[in-house]
C-alpha cells in the first residue's frame, strides 16, 4: 500500500511539473543561443510612435539611441512601453560605460544594454556588473517602472539577472588589441564591432573598405568565436544583412528609422522629377 501511495505521489508531482510553464527567456538571447541571427531598428527619433511601430513590424529589438541622439531617460521609458504585448525588445545604448548610465537604463525597462568604447578587459567587466544584482553584480535596486514592464511571476531581480543582455562595442584599435582579454570576461552577451568608429580610430577617417578594417573586424570575430560569443555588426541595407549573416554575424544593428524614411522617399520624389536641394560650395550659415 505505500509503494502504491509512493507511487501516486511521484506521478502528480511528476504531473504537477509538467504543467509549469518554462522559465520566460529573452528572445533575443534565444535566437543567439539557437545559432539564429537577429536584428534591430535603430531608433534615434524621440518618439513612442516610432517605437510602437518598430516594435510591431517584427524587428527582433529596438536599438534606443542615447549615445548619438536626443533622446531623454522621459521619452526611453516611453519608447520601451510602447514596445508592450510585442514580441520586440527594447535595447538601449547608453552615453558612456558607467554603472549609473547602465542602472537608469535598466531601471525604466530596458531588457539589454550597448556599452560604446568598450576598450579593456576592466571596463568590459563594469559592463556585466552594472547590470546584474550583487552578489553576480552591482547594479543598486529600485527597478520600480523597470517591474511595470516586466511583471515575471518569480520577481524582477532573478528575471533581470537571467534576462538583461550586455553588448559592448569594440570600437578601438586599443579594443582590437586586447581582444582576447576583453573576450573572456564572463557574462558579456554579443561582441559588437562598431565599424565607423574603429576605422576612425585606426585612421581611416570612416572608410570601410579598407584591407586594415577588415583585418581588424576578423580579429575580433575570431575572438567571438574562440569563446562562443555572438558576434554583431551595423548593416546599411537588405544586402549587407544577408551578407553580414552569412558571415556569421549574429547581432545585426540596421539602419536608422530617418535613413530608411529618406531611402523610401527617394523613388517617390524621383517619379515627378523632384530632387535634394543641391549643396553649396559652403555651409548655408
Not at 502528480?12 to 535566437?31: H, S
Not at 533622446?71 to 519608447?79: H, K, P, Q
Amino acid at each position: 500500500m505505500r509503494t502504491e501511495k509512493s507511487w501516486l505521489l511521484a506521478t502528480a508531482v511528476l504531473a504537477l511539473a509538467a504543467q509549469q510553464p518554462e522559465p520566460w527567456e529573452n528572445p533575443v538571447r534565444k535566437r543567439l543561443r539557437e545559432g539564429k541571427p537577429v536584428v534591430g531598428l535603430t531608433v534615434t527619433t524621440p518618439s513612442p510612435d516610432v517605437a510602437a511601430l518598430a516594435a510591431n513590424l517584427g524587428f527582433d529589438f529596438i536599438w534606443i539611441e542615447m549615445e548619438h541622439s536626443a533622446i531623454t531617460l522621459e521619452t526611453a521609458r516611453s519608447m520601451i512601453l510602447a514596445t508592450r504585448g510585442t514580441g520586440t525588445v527594447p535595447f538601449v545604448r547608453v552615453p558612456v560605460n558607467e554603472l549609473w548610465t547602465a542602472k537608469r537604463a535598466l531601471d525604466v525597462g530596458a531588457l539589454g544594454v550597448i556599452f560604446p568604447f568598450t576598450s579593456t578587459p576592466e571596463l568590459a567587466r563594469q559592463a556585466v556588473e552594472a547590470c546584474k544584482y550583487p552578489p553576480l553584480g552591482k547594479r543598486g535596486f529600485g527597478p520600480g517602472l523597470a517591474g511595470l514592464r516586466w511583471p515575471a511571476p518569480g520577481g524582477y531581480p532573478d528575471f533581470a539577472d537571467r534576462n538583461a543582455m550586455v553588448v559592448v562595442i569594440i570600437e578601438q584599435k586599443e579594443a582590437v588589441e586586447r581582444i582576447e582579454e576583453i573576450a573572456a570576461v564572463p557574462g558579456i552577451d554579443v561582441l559588437f564591432v562598431g565599424t565607423a568608429d574603429l576605422s576612425f580610430s585606426l585612421g581611416l577617417r570612416g572608410r570601410q573598405d579598407h584591407p586594415q578594417l577588415r583585418e581588424a573586424v576578423a580579429r575580433v570575430v575570431a575572438a567571438a568565436a574562440k569563446r562562443k560569443v555572438p558576434a554583431g555588426r551595423p548593416a546599411g541595407n537588405a544586402a549587407q544583412l544577408r551578407e553580414f549573416a552569412d558571415q556569421g554575424f549574429l547581432f545585426l544593428q540596421a539602419p536608422s528609422e530617418l535613413s530608411l524614411m529618406g531611402t523610401a522617399a527617394r523613388p517617390l520624389l524621383e517619379a515627378l522629377g523632384k530632387t535634394p536641394a543641391t549643396q553649396g560650395p559652403r555651409p548655408l550659415y
